[in-house]
């Protein structure tokens, strides 16, 4: 069952919303080279818990860190690690926070120094998909306009869109119904309601959509070994349209 919230529930996550945005703002500025990915897992705790919230990731079905940090074609669940960053890759910070029983979730993918053209350009269509898919966040809308919106998007630049992972609905629960995948038929699937509060996130690969997961049983990469860009808003339905709650 889709859990929609009232207005008090809404602006609760949306605190929540806040402290996760500001997180990522303070991580993007640590990325450059050389630097280990394991402190911006330590990093985002400390300012997590600094902000009265608890880091959400952390512990759930067994994850190690607070933070998933996913580099180059690793498209999500990445462990933080002694890895050192280097110049020209990407990295996906993905990032939870829950404050007062309430949780909101975000993702950003960040270049690490210069990056070439074609990559840069996977960065910013994935963030347009997100931003084209937020607006079908109205209500009365379906929830296969939201999926069509990234899927369009993706298939203008003829980019993979991963299939086995896909965005959800959030508030007590990291993951509530409905599952928002990034693609779908327009005009099919639930309607739309006020209250609804979801994460989208698109994951488009500059190559094949196929993936699979590491042996460490988290990490998710690109069948191809091509680079995965990541981005990601929790978002709510309201009377007067969509509502992101997951900036600072």
């Not at 897992?41 to 009265?52: L, N, P, S, T």
């Not at 007590?172 to 038929?185: A, D, I, K, S």
Request: aromatic share 6%.
């Amino acid at each position: 069952m889709i859990i929609c919230k009232s207005e008090e529930e809404i602006l609760r996550i949306r605190e929540a919303g806040r402290v996760v945005a500001l997180a990522l703002e303070r991580l993007a500025s640590m990325v450059e080279p050389g630097l280990k990915t394991f402190l911006l897992d330590r990093e985002a705790e400390k300012f997590i818990r600094g902000k009265g919230a608890f880091p959400t990731f952390k512990g759930y079905r067994g994850f190690p860190a607070s933070l998933c940090v996913s580099v180059n074609n690793e498209v999500v669940h990445g462990f933080p690690s002694s890895r050192r960053l280097r110049e020209g890759d990407i990295v996906s910070l993905d990032l939870g926070a829950t404050l007062d029983g309430y949780i909101a979730d975000s993702a950003v993918t960040v270049p690490v120094g210069t990056i070439v053209p074609a990559v840069a350009e996977l960065l910013e269509v994935t963030k347009k998909a997100l931003a084209e898919a937020i607006l079908k966040v109205r209500p009365g809308n379906r929830l296969g306009d939201i999926s069509h919106a990234v899927e369009e998007m993706a298939n203008s630049r003829r980019y993979g869109i991963v299939r086995d992972y896909c965005g959800h609905g959030v508030g007590r629960e990291l993951h509530e119904p409905p599952q928002v995948r990034n693609f779908g038929r327009p005009g099919t699937g639930p309607v739309v309601l006020p209250g609804w509060t979801i994460a989208i996130e698109p994951m488009l690969n500059l190559g094949t959509h196929e993936v699979e997961v590491l042996a460490d049983g988290w990490t998710v990469v690109t069948a191809d070994g091509k680079p995965s860009a990541h981005f990601e808003h929790t978002v709510a339905a309201t009377s007067n349209g969509p509502l992101v709650l997951t900036l600072p």
